[in-house]
């Protein structure tokens, strides 16, 4: 008799099964509600198929649509697998590459056989799907040997798969999923039980773009197709209106609207920002200068251009290079004839960060344990050497200022200085209008410098920080740690707020490093007379001003708070006789320190107010001759159902005062 397997469930229950047995079949054991309900399986933490046998002893929890991170996981994973499917049924001779689940749905990559797909092919496509997915195709799981994998896949003529089961790791067992009996694709799955546990109708195919096979521009062009796809018709539905409400609040399109910057091939990846989004820029910087004042910080300004050899000490050359701008230290030939550079000078690269100038600062002069905590402060420009095809209009770009701070501290202050960055933040991110986010702890990668005791403190040390802060018990509550996701010299908090229409931005982050100041050998004297290492703490509240303004600019829709707006009101004229009024009330305004527009033009009011409006003018303060001669304003604020009314040109002004003072300064 065979040995048989001992499945614990959640419930501290155990089962003894023969080999063979599947978590469909425990499920089956159960009762017919959850066989019917379960569509996957958690064995020992793993997400697997329903129907894949267990190999061992093993803990088993099953998945339902109720877990829906799982559910929407296998979902999008079948979905991906389904458009593969229906594509190479619609185009022979398409080759496949591969295509994963993403946050919101899938894409596949493909190496169409004729022309690149186009939007206007997705109809067919979705049709064939949905049929797909209503023949209830079983999906089956098999292990392959590497070299039958290779020369199947050689045998249809698919390349990219047979390049790609080459070269993944020899000891990586090949699996394919089979769709019925007639179509398969390389993947590691997991997938559902059948086709027909999708909804045919809770997915849509939503644009196509050109991707590079393996991200690499030297590489075929192959045609990317996405996808949204969720659990039912009800989700699908609530998904689409969010992506509408986004594309309303798009910031390219809203600053375009505003006039606040623009972005054109002359600079890829650099902003060009107009004087209205430049007011905008300076109206944060400001109050984060403030803010960081009070704190403490010391405010610096570190060099754009640097010796490579200072980035290999700092372990960025190694680690880094990629995504760095690296200079030649020589001068260009101006002669037509002969190289421009020689090839033989010494590099320099543009900064990617400014962590390893702020080293050399501290390490001016003898630092005391009495001086510690430095906490030094600079709104950096850097420069990251990001592809093209990841740019994404002032998201992101290859050229950003962060509002970037390093605290050197001492073992003993270390735990307390992070409890008062993670209070500032929060501070601030209140301030800006947002009342929700969540603090994630990014444990330490694979690969990393320092040992495993010293990343077992930094990560604890983190931990405790969050825990003992004055942060809302809701967030404490919703706190989580995501294994893997640090950095190569240091565990981080990561903060990510959620905006107006329920959409996370990772953007503060705070940064234990006890690595690079070993490495550039930044020290301080103890009380004991003795040199110690001070623990670099890399922080960023707003993280880049370009990203943060394109989310602030969404999060409102350009409808900024008064003290952030660039334009705070628009004094317009109802007729010309009251232009020399007009001119009076925003020489007043502007006495207040408002900044004011007038409209003079010869315009009905009603279009004067649809253009303000439509530029999001938080107020419209119009005149005419009745106004002119009682000395009043009708104020017209911004936004539906938003009422008229007509005030003293004096309590217009104290009003607009009070709301266009900083929060700070309230």
């Known amino acids: 008799m ?14 003894e099964v023969a080999p063979g047995t599947t978590p469909a079949d425990i499920a089956a054991a159960i009762g017919p509600g959850l066989a019917k309900a379960a569509i996957g399986a958690r064995v020992d933490g793993e997400l697997r198929d329903i129907t894949r046998p267990f190999e061992h002893d093993s803990q088993l929890a099953l998945v339902t649509a109720r877990d829906e991170a799982d559910a929407l996981e296998l979902a999008r994973h079948d979905y991906a697998h389904i458009l593969a499917e229906a594509v190479q049924q619609l185009f ?25 797909f186009t939007e206007e092919d997705l109809p067919a496509i979705e049709e064939a799907m949905r049929a797909i997915i209503r023949a209830d195709k079983p999906l089956k799981r098999e292990v392959w040997e590497r070299e039958a994998l290779i020369a199947r896949w050689r045998e249809q003529g698919e390349t990219f798969k047979a390049e ?35 909804d045919p109708d809770a997915f849509k195919l939503t644009r196509v773009s050109g991707a590079y096979w393996r991200g690499d521009q030297n590489n075929a062009m192959l045609s990317r197709i996405y996808g949204t796809g969720w659990l039912n018709k009800k989700q699908l539905a609530e998904h689409l209106t969010r992506l509408e409400e986004a594309a309303k609040r798009d910031h390219r399109r809203i ?30 910087e400001a109050y984060m200068r403030r803010r960081l004042d009070a704190a403490g910080y010391a405010e610096v300004k570190t060099p754009q251009l640097m010796d490579a050899r200072q980035w290999e000490q700092s372990g960025h050359w190694g680690k880094y290079r990629e995504n760095m701008f690296v200079v030649p230290d020589e001068i260009p030939n101006a002669e037509e004839d002969g190289p421009i550079l020689s090839g033989k000078a010494d590099l320099m690269a543009l900064k990617p960060m400014n962590c390893p100038a702020h080293v050399l600062i501290f390490r001016q002069g003898i630092k005391s344990y009495r001086d510690l905590p430095i906490r030094m402060a600079e709104f950096g420009c ?45 501070s601030v991110y209140r301030d800006l209008g947002f009342e929700e986010y969540a603090v994630k702890l990014a444990l330490r990668p694979d690969k990393r410098f320092g040992d495993d005791a010293m990343w077992d403190k930094a990560e604890q040390e983190l931990r405790e920080a969050v825990l003992q802060s004055d942060l809302s018990e809701a967030i404490k509550a919703r706190f989580e740690e995501l294994p893997g996701e640090g950095a190569f010299y240091a565990p981080k908090l990561e903060f990510h707020l959620t905006d107006a229409i329920g959409r996370t931005w990772q953007v503060g982050t705070i940064q234990s490093d006890r690595v690079l100041p070993e490495r550039l050998d930044a020290s301080y004297v103890g009380d004991d007379g003795e ?12 993280g880049t001003f370009e990203r943060f303004l394109g989310i602030l600019i969404e999060h409102h829709a350009g409808r900024f708070p008064l003290w952030l707006a660039p334009v705070q009101a628009v004094v317009a004229t109802i007729v010309s006789d009251a232009d020399e009024y007009a001119a009076v009330v925003a020489a007043k305004l502007k006495a207040a320190g408002l900044r004011v527009e007038t409209d003079l033009r010869n315009e009905k009011i009603n279009y004067k107010v649809r ?17 002119a001669e009682e000395g009043t304003v009708a104020l017209r604020p911004l936004g539906e159902g938003a009422k008229q009314e007509v005030l003293s040109l004096d309590a217009v002004i104290a009003r607009l005062k009070a709301e266009a003072t900083p929060p700070d300064l309230r």
């Open 611 to 627: 253009e303000h409006s439509l530029a999001k003018v938080p107020n419209l303060l119009v005149v005419g001759k009745r106004e």
């Open 382 to 426: 850097c420069h990251r050497n990001e592809p093209h095809g990841a740019l994404h209009g002032i998201m992101r770009v290859r050229q950003f200022t962060q509002d970037d701070a390093h605290i050197f501290v001492r073992e003993d202050q270390l735990i307390g200085e992070v409890r008062a960055f993670c209070e500032l933040l929060d």
């Open 92 to 116: 022979p001779g398409t080759q496949i590459t591969f295509g994963p689940s993403t946050d919101d749905g899938f894409y596949y990559d493909f190496a169409p056989k004729d022309r690149p």
């Open 2 to 15: 065979s040995e048989m397997f001992r499945i614990t469930l959640p419930d501290g229950s155990v089962r």
């Open 531 to 542: 040199r110690h290492r001070p623990v670099m703490l890399h922080r960023a509240i707003l």
């Open 164 to 198: 790609w089961a080459a070269e993944l790791p020899g000891d990586e067992p090949l699996t394919v999923y089979w769709s019925g009996g007639d179509w398969l694709d390389m993947c590691r799955g997991p997938h559902l039980a059948s086709t027909g546990k999708l």
């Open 255 to 284: 600053g375009q609207e505003m006039d606040l910057f623009h972005l054109q091939s002359e600079a890829q990846g650099s902003v060009f920002w107009h004087p209205k989004g430049f007011v905008l820029w300076r109206a944060l």
